[in-house]
Structure formats: structure tokens, C-alpha cells
């Protein structure tokens, strides 16, 4: 058993094609499945069942995925330590941005990082905060940037801001001649969600404290984009709530029909997180300096009141 072969494994359970994982493992289709088959006659099982299209993993495969998991994860370790005892900043980064973060932060911090750290090769992926946490604890990616706090021990979050909640309200609403919002002001079946999967969704639905009253709605939205909010806002269809980072490339005629709330300021909190057993330190040191070094000068808010982005329960 090498550890080639369980990487070769980890490939075909992914991908459940062996074309598809050789070609992202880098070695030729036989080759691949020839050492598959190898391990196989060693363990004198079978871990795929290659007659089910697409292949699919056996019984006993599965077990053997998720330890091959924790092998190849250790394995790969060794690197980070000798990379860690020399000091030295460079190599893949893989790093996950949920959907609501990374348009408006990545273009604040990307560049500076770039230019400072040229020996990193940053891999960046968007990704919810689910698929986060779960490819953090397979190995898949090395740290995250997410909404927290998220209440999973094997997580470690460090803190990067506090990002406030903004109210964008059309003149044909209730609140638009409000100099500043009042959280007893919102209405849940009058502002405008993102779908289902996103945290933001969650942080709105935790602020106001109930969920939206289905029998009330006279139609249903689905929508990833703040932009499609506030359009059907303009529209008269209910009023929104934005992230303070989306809101600074609005043009001014939409910002003059944001509104900003009484003290203190509901807000989300945004982390950089990682697995508890994460060695590549200098970079998770170096991605959050960069961020904080930015974010200064952009989000300077105090007394605010962090909303939690786990999912709302009644």
C-alpha cells in the first residue's frame, strides 16, 4: 500500500470517473487504474463497484475513503513542517470564500497579497459555509473565510471585522423617511432574502427573530444576488438588508436610499478559520495581516451587536 495509490483512491471516489481522476492526478488512465487494482488484490476487496455508472464506491470503499482521508491529509503534513521550521511563504494555498464575502473583500485584499507573498500559489474557491466546513475537515482546502461564530470544535476562528448590516429602502417604503433603522422597525415577510444556503439569509431571519410567514407571501424568490434584491426593492416589493462591503460600489442615487441603524449596529462576524490541525501558519498569518492591514481603513465601526449565522430555529 503507497500513499500514490490512496491519493489515486481519494481521486476516483471524488470525481466517480477514473479518466476524470487521472487526468487530475496527472498520471495516465491505466496507470492509475492499475495501481487502484494493485491495492485492491492487496486488501483482497473491492473498493469500487465499476458497474454502476457513475462508479461508485462499495461498502467496505467507503471505510476505506475516509481513513485514506486521514493518511493522505498526514502525510502531506510533513511539509507543512519542514516548510514551517524554515520560515519559508510560498506553495498551494487553497482557500474557500462564502458567497456573500468574497465580491466585495477578495478585490480589497487579493492584489496587496500577491505582490507581497509572490511564492504563494492561492487557490480560491466560493463555497458555502457548509461545503466549507466539510472540505476543511477532508483536507480539500486549507482555511476559510465565513461568517462565525460557528460552534464546530474542530474549527479554529480568528476574528477579522465586524461587517454591519445595511438597510437599502425604496421611497415607495414604509421606512424610507427613517434617518436610521430601529431593529423593532423590520418586518420578516417585508424584506427581501437571499435563497436558502446562504448565511446572510440566516443572520436577517436571527435579527429579526422569526421566520418569514409563507401564507403572507404573495410570491416567492429565489435569488443569490443582492443586485436582484435591490432592483425588486426599487421595484416597491419590499425593503433589504446588505452587507456594509457591498454597499460602497453603489452609485449615489441607490445610496441615497440606504439607511444605517440606531446603536448598537446589528452585524455579522467574518473569520478567517482553519482546521485545529492546521500547520501552514505562516500563511494563515500572512493572508490575515494583509486583510487586517486593508480593512482598517475601510471598516472602522464600533458597538455593534454580532448576529449569529447559524441557521434559525424557532
Known amino acids: 500500500m503507497t500513499i500514490s495509490q490512496l491519493k489515486y483512491v481519494l481521486a476516483v471516489a471524488k470525481y466517480q470517473n477514473f479518466t476524470t481522476a487521472s487526468e487530475n492526478c496527472f498520471v495516465t488512465q491505466p496507470t492509475l487504474s492499475m495501481q487502484i487494482q494493485k491495492l485492491e488484490d492487496e486488501l483482497d476487496v473491492k473498493i469500487f463497484n465499476r458497474k454502476k455508472k457513475p462508479i461508485q464506491l462499495t461498502d467496505i470503499g467507503e471505510k476505506i475513503v475516509e481513513q485514506a482521508k486521514t493518511i493522505v491529509n498526514e502525510s502531506q503534513r510533513i511539509n507543512d513542517i519542514v516548510e514551517q521550521q524554515k520560515g519559508f511563504i510560498g506553495g498551494d494555498f487553497k482557500i474557500g470564500i462564502i458567497p456573500t464575502i468574497m465580491p466585495t473583500l477578495l478585490p480589497l485584499f487579493l492584489k496587496t497579497f500577491l505582490k507581497k507573498y509572490p511564492k504563494v500559489n492561492l487557490i480560491i474557491e466560493e463555497l458555502t459555509t457548509e461545503e466549507i466546513i466539510k472540505k476543511l475537515k477532508d483536507g480539500y482546502i486549507d482555511a476559510a473565510i465565513a461568517a462565525t461564530p460557528l460552534e464546530d470544535v474542530a474549527i479554529k476562528e480568528r476574528v477579522l471585522f465586524y461587517e454591519p448590516f445595511v438597510g437599502y429602502v425604496s421611497d415607495k417604503h414604509r421606512l424610507f423617511n427613517n434617518k436610521l433603522l430601529k431593529v423593532s422597525d423590520l418586518e420578516i415577510d417585508d424584506i427581501l432574502l437571499l435563497d436558502d444556503g446562504h448565511c446572510f439569509k440566516d443572520n436577517i431571519l436571527n435579527l429579526c427573530g422569526s ?59 467574518v473569520s478567517l478559520i482553519y482546521h485545529k490541525s492546521q500547520l501552514k501558519m505562516q500563511l494563515i498569518e500572512a493572508i490575515k495581516s494583509t486583510i487586517d492591514s486593508v480593512i482598517r481603513g475601510v471598516i472602522a465601526f464600533s458597538d455593534v451587536k454580532i448576529i449569529s449565522p447559524l441557521h434559525y430555529k424557532k
Open 211 to 269: 421566520i418569514s410567514n409563507d401564507d403572507k407571501a404573495t410570491f416567492s424568490l429565489r435569488s443569490g444576488s443582492f443586485n436582484t434584491l435591490i432592483k425588486l426593492s426599487k421595484e416597491g416589493l419590499g425593503m433589504t438588508l446588505l452587507p456594509f462591503l457591498q454597499t460602497l460600489d453603489l452609485s449615489d442615487n441607490d445610496k441615497k436610499h440606504l439607511r444605517d441603524f440606531e446603536k448598537p449596529v446589528p452585524a455579522r462576524e
